[in-house]
């Protein structure tokens, strides 16, 4: 089993930042790949980004790249999405999710541990 916590929500103008934390407790963090997703009121959740093990790769959906960034610290148990030139279209509950192997992909399937949510909201 994984926990997971996130942290760093709120609420910020079109073109700030945000930086959201989730911390994991439970099952070895090192060795499994980690995503964030998001879900807008009344739309289905999309993946927003996910990081392998080690940190050494990362892959986003496409209207977050170059905006957003995926870090993780496992020293700390902790992943990180920096969030820049924030849009009101960005506004969403983000999750942060553990996969069950060291890299994972776009599908929510691939992520068995979950979040319980941050809200972000975004003003025009």
């Known amino acids: 089993q994984v926990q997971l916590v996130e942290s760093g929500g709120g609420l910020v103008q079109a073109g700030g930042s945000l930086s959201l934390s989730c911390a994991a407790s439970?099952?070895?963090?090192?060795?499994?790949?980690m995503g964030w997703f998001r879900q807008a009121p009344g739309k289905e959740r999309e993946f927003v980004g996910t990081i392998n093990w080690s940190g050494t790769y990362t892959y986003y959906r496409n209207s977050v790249k170059g905006r957003f960034t995926i870090s993780r610290d496992n020293a700390k148990n902790t992943v990180y999405l920096q969030m820049n030139s924030l849009k009101p279209e960005d506004t969403a509950v983000y999750y942060c999710a553990a996969a069950g192997l060291s890299t994972a992909g776009s599908y929510g399937s691939d992520y068995p541990y979950w979040g319980q949510g941050t809200q972000v909201t975004v003003s025009s």
């Open positions: 439970g099952r070895a963090f090192s060795n499994l790949a």
